[in-house]
């Protein structure tokens, strides 16, 4: 699962993101609030920590942006501003938790397994079902109709996103920032070859799921097509 922190300390950022790495989540950090929210409004992440006092834009107008396009991404609030009325202001701006500075790593991961428990809220460890297919990310293996097959790391991820995402386009931009992270030096080649890698698990385990290609934009999942 991929986070994204912003947050402008950067000893705590980096702090944080070696922390959360060594739990199992793939971790991308951002120092300014504009830039952070450009980045979350990408749909690659699937939880936002976002400190309160940023530069560029605060946490708090970061989070009604992110609301305001009806992104439902899960997000919690870093801040030293421990007040009722601080607290108030940012879960009201949208913010699903607030953990106030310092925090212990077992606290904030705490708060992760949490959020992930919520019925609509983003799952850690979930098998996801899609169609004939059922993807246990956890074990990089996806199940079809004809059995089951074993995919690489990156092919899990990306394939989770498009599973989660369903018949919708993903943009390359956005499948990019999802699989290497938004600072990653990838050729655009990478995801091209990782799709025709997809396609072929799809055919192994005899799916009538199919990656199609949409010009100039991405790729999306179909159910049937040629």
């Known amino acids: 699962m991929r986070l994204l922190m912003i947050e402008d300390d950067i000893a705590l950022s980096t702090a944080t993101k070696i922390s959360l790495e060594r739990a199992g989540y793939q971790v991308d950090l951002s ?51 421990d007040g009722i009325n601080d607290r108030v202001e940012g879960l009201d701006a949208g913010a699903d938790d607030y953990l106030t500075k310092p925090f212990a790593t077992q606290e904030l991961l705490a708060r992760l397994r949490a959020l992930s428990r919520r019925p609509s809220g983003w799952q850690h460890g979930k098998i996801i079902d899609w169609h004939d297919l059922s993807l246990m990310p956890w074990a990089n293996e996806l199940h079809g109709p004809a059995g089951k097959c074993s995919i690489s790391k990156h092919e899990c991820d990306l394939l989770e996103t498009f599973l989660k995402a369903g018949g919708q386009t993903l943009p390359r931009a956005m499948l990019f920032a999802r699989i290497w992270g938004a600072y990653a030096d990838i050729e655009d080649g990478n995801l091209d070859r990782y799709v025709h890698f997809l396609r072929r698990r799809l055919k192994t385990v005899g799916s009538s799921v199919t990656l199609k290609t949409v010009y100039g934009v991405g790729y999306r999942l179909e159910v049937g097509a040629c």
């Open 31 to 81: 120092p300014d609030g504009s830039e952070g929210l450009e980045l979350a409004l990408t749909g690659a992440y699937d939880l936002l920590l976002v400190d309160r006092m940023l530069p560029g834009l605060n946490g708090t107008a970061v989070v009604s942006a992110i609301r305001m396009r009806e992104m439902t991404t899960p997000i919690i609030i870093l801040t030293a501003l």
